[in-house]
């Protein structure tokens, strides 16, 4: 069975931090543990994963989401050591997280709406099934209903500010170069979402952004100096 430590190990490979055959210091065992467990408890989905409290427990996942948990560790600790992080990682981080949400997450079979034109893929009677949500789940969710920090790891941050405004804090433009986010309100109060940079970076020409209409997905990306 896979330990926490060989996925540690793993990451850290990826961003040359040291070599998989390498000893691992303490202080990087550690960070990399809080990392795993901060990532693979914030799914969406039921992976069996259970948090690790030793770096030499066992994992409880099976081994189809070994590779899931090299690459986004390894995205998650880039910035930590100040690593670019290669495009081919990043691809492959996607590409991951996709193949793990086709796996456990299924969209069961429903029949096509009597008002569904024809020729969209319905020309016959039958069911919406898998086959017709090719990619569908790429999308990582992050439900968020406190003040929170961007993550390199994050696609989309689904913000509820029921209770009180919340401010999101981007993390510095240029450790993001080329990633791109998406935020968005999912309630319907007047409460504001806050989109704060760092720095000096700025956000398309401002110094930040607010918005309080419900259901709006707010996309941007780092050009590497500022957020566009």
């Known amino acids: 069975m896979t330990t926490a430590l060989e ?3 793993d990451a850290l490979d990826e ?10 210091e303490d202080y990087d065992a550690q960070l990399a543990r809080r990392k795993l467990n901060q990532l693979m408890t914030g799914l969406p989905i039921n992976t069996g994963y259970t948090p690790v409290t030793l770096v030499d427990d066992t994992l409880t996942v099976r081994a189809d989401v070994e590779g899931y948990m090299v690459k986004q560790l390894a995205m998650a600790l880039a910035p930590s050591y100040s690593r670019p992080i290669p495009a081919q990682l990043t691809a492959d981080a996607r590409q991951a ?11 069961k079979p429903m029949p096509f709406p009597s008002t569904l034109p024809i020729g969209s893929g319905s020309s016959s009677v039958g069911d ?11 999308r990582d969710i992050t439900a968020v209903s406190a003040n929170y920090t961007l993550l390199l790891t994050d696609d989309i941050v689904e913000v509820d500010c029921t209770s009180s405004p919340i401010t999101i804090t981007l993390m510095a433009a240029s ?8 935020i968005r309100k999912v309630d319907e109060t007047a409460n504001m979402v806050i989109i704060t940079p760092v720095g000096t970076d700025l956000f398309r020409g401002e110094d930040g952004i607010r918005f309080n209409a419900y259901d709006t997905l707010l996309e941007f990306s780092s050009d590497g100096s500022n957020w566009v």
């Open 15 to 24: 961003i040359s931090v040291s070599t998989a055959e390498s000893p691992i």
């Open 97 to 107: 997280r996709a193949e793990l949400f086709r796996r456990y997450v299924s969209v």
């Open 175 to 182: 450790s993001a170069n080329g990633y791109g986010f998406g």
């Open 128 to 138: 919406f099934d898998d086959d017709q949500y090719p990619g569908g789940f790429d």
């Open 7 to 9: 996925i540690i190990a």
